[in-house]
């Protein structure tokens, strides 16, 4: 099963994501993990991403699209995945397109986690990180058992550069201009399933599990 996950900054695809990678027994694929990895290994991909992560803007496609089709066409994505983050442009979805198509395969489900920018903001401050192995929590929605450290690897958290509210308001702006379009885009594929993202995370799992089967 092929998956992407849509939606704005911080509406939860990558909470959804996690789960559903666990429950199919697929890889859960974020381009801003594997960017957020580069960073913290000092890599050139790294230092060119950030001067685009950090001030709300996207990668450019040249860098990312690459990357993803690597990662895709390694031997654990054979059964599926669910992408996280990517495709956020149409010609990331034309170029994902092209490349499914020339294997004879296709994106099953594209499920958009539908939040409304109110509640963007509080959502990304309140975000905490675990930059070693990727888990996220909300300091008053999901917080980790221990203040500050990671649940599953014991890691302190931080609060992400990219997560500060004047960065979020420009990754908004940026959302809507580029990535919103995708719904169009995947609703004419005929594979778009639209999930209300404002429910507590154990009743927009269901609600997207009830989709998917
Ligand atoms: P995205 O991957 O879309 O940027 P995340 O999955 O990282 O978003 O979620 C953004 C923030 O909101 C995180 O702090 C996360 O713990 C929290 N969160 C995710 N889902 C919910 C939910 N259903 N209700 C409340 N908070 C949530
Ligand atoms: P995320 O972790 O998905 O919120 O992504 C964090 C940041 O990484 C984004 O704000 C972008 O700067 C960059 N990024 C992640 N995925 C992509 C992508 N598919 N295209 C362009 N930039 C991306």
Redesign the pocket.
């Known amino acids: 099963m092929k998956i992407i996950m849509l939606g704005a900054?911080g509406a939860g695809k990558?909470t959804q994501a996690k789960m559903i990678a666990e429950k199919y027994g697929i890889p859960h694929i974020?381009?801003?993990?594997i960017?957020r990895a580069n960073i913290k290994n000092g890599t050139e991909l790294g230092k060119e991403?950030k001067t685009?992560?950090d001030k709300?803007?996207?990668?450019p496609d040249e860098l990312?699209v690459k990357l993803l089709l690597d990662r895709v066409a390694q031997e654990d994505c054979k059964n599926g995945y669910v992408l996280?983050?990517?495709?956020?442009?149409i010609p990331?979805a034309e170029v994902l397109d092209k490349a499914l198509n020339e294997l004879g395969d296709k994106i099953d489900y594209a499920v958009n986690v539908d939040v409304p920018d109110e509640n963007i903001v509080n959502r990304m401050s309140g975000r905490r990180a675990c930059l070693a192995c990727g888990a996220t929590y909300h300091l008053v929605h999901i917080p980790p058992k221990k203040e500050g450290i990671c649940d599953n690897c014991g890691q302190p958290l931080v609060l992400r550069d990219?997560d500060k509210p004047e960065t979020v308001k420009n990754?908004l702006k940026v959302y809507h201009e580029q990535t919103q379009p995708l719904i169009d885009f995947y609703t004419q594929k005929g594979v778009l399933k639209t999930v209300d993202g404002t429910q507590d995370m154990q009743d927009v799992f269901a609600a997207i599990v009830a989709l998917l089967s």
């Open positions: 900054p990558g974020s381009t801003g993990d960017f991403a685009y992560m709300g803007l996207l990668v990312t996280d983050g990517f495709p956020r442009t990331q990219d990754r």
